[in-house]
């Protein structure tokens, strides 16, 4: 296995205890390559994608790990790799001790109840057919966690107001609710086999901003009540701030920079971190100097040699364009991949004051 730009998470001392959730190593290749006649008659190579291409980290119980990148960054592709949508193409996730990648579904199905995700689109999630009652009692009868109609339809009615909504709600079906009804009735559904981990993959970015407001601060209400722990995927760098202890920033299948949230925000050290910290818009007009954005994501089927971000970066050099970076330790509990970082060519923050709180967000940093 490569070490190349393969980040060690510095991970969960400080206020939380053992990892609960180790992600070693982490690959995923996609072979994308034309039918094999039309390869053979257009004489094209075999193309596989690397979405996930060796990353590590852990995450405490109590939790939230923050996952940010640009689209196609294969953030969302580490979420289905977690509960066991996709199998790795190499790798370990190792929940509570336990190696679960690659399991089969019948071998996965203990480790389900304890795994629960939660999705960008509410309305694809649900069973439109079904009525909600039905939609959230469907893991307690599969797990067999309350035996008995009535005391399903006690239990429904209760997880339905932990979320906010009446329990008379359970009648109806998920077309007669707004976007934010419906990610609430995900999320029941998503409590209703009592998880210990929630993967929650882009859960507010199709609601509007008030409503995201109230579904971030019901989850880190849910998160203090019930002690879950969180995998949060977003490319909404304001929310990642406000919602997780710690922040690992993707680029191309790999992670470029992990730290502590503050840290990351206000000292961020990789190239790639401050050019999308520099996409926030800078509200208190402070003049500071922004790096500018410069060219597109390249083809992932096709990554540059070398640190994958050298055609972007204002600072690469004859290194960078031959040698991938290792990840290495800095100062305030991060972990960096990058020359120009280890070399010192890179100027380091403090940059930014940490960005503003999405309308009525509660931070974890206060
Ligand atoms: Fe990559 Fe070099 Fe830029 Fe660091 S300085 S991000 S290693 S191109």
Not at 89 to 110: C, H
Not at 259 to 267: E, G, R, V
């Amino acid at each position: 296995m490569s070490e190349a730009a393969v980040i060690k998470s510095p991970s969960t001392e400080g206020r939380f205890g053992h990892a609960m959730l180790k992600v070693e190593g982490l690959r995923r290749y996609f072979d994308v390559s034309a039918p094999w006649l039309n390869r053979v008659i257009g004489r094209q190579p075999r193309q596989i994608l690397k979405a996930v291409d060796g990353i590590d980290f852990e995450i405490a119980r109590g939790e939230t790990f923050g996952l940010v990148g640009e689209s196609g960054c294969g953030k969302s592709t580490v979420a289905r790799l977690i509960v066991g949508l996709h199998g790795p193409t190499d790798g370990s996730i190792t929940l509570e001790g336990r190696n679960i990648a690659g399991l089969t579904r019948r071998q996965m199905a203990p480790m389900r109840r304890r795994l629960q995700m939660i999705f960008q689109d509410p309305y694809a999630s649900l069973n439109p057919r079904w009525r909600v009652r039905d939609i959230i009692a469907e893991p307690i009868r599969a797990f067999d966690l309350v035996s008995g109609d009535q005391a399903i339809a006690t239990r429904v009615g209760e997880l339905l107001t932990f979320v906010g909504l009446n329990p008379l709600d359970g009648e109806k079906f998920p077309h007669e609710f707004s976007g934010g009804q419906r990610q609430r009735i995900s999320i029941a559904r998503a409590l209703a086999s009592e998880p210990e981990f929630l993967v929650c993959d882009e859960p507010t970015s199709a609601l509007d901003v008030s409503v995201q407001a109230q579904i971030l601060n019901l989850m880190k209400d849910l998160q203090r009540e019930l002690g879950l722990t969180y995998l949060f995927i977003s490319h909404n760098l304001a929310v990642v701030y406000h919602i997780s202890d710690r922040v690992g920033v993707m680029y191309l299948g790999k992670l470029v920079e992990v730290a502590p949230s503050k840290t990351l925000f206000t000292t961020p050290r990789h190239p790639y971190t401050r050019m999308l910290l520099d996409t926030i818009p800078d509200l208190d007009m402070t003049g500071r100097e922004r790096m500018p954005v410069a060219g597109e994501v390249p083809n992932p089927i096709t990554p540059p040699p070398g640190c994958s971000f050298h055609p972007r970066c204002p600072f690469a050099n004859d290194r960078c364009r031959v040698e991938a970076p290792k990840a290495l330790p800095v100062s305030g509990g991060a972990t960096v991949a990058c020359h120009g970082v280890e070399e010192g060519r890179v100027p380091s923050g403090p940059i930014l004051a940490p960005p503003p709180k999405p309308d009525g967000v509660a931070s974890v940093h206060g």
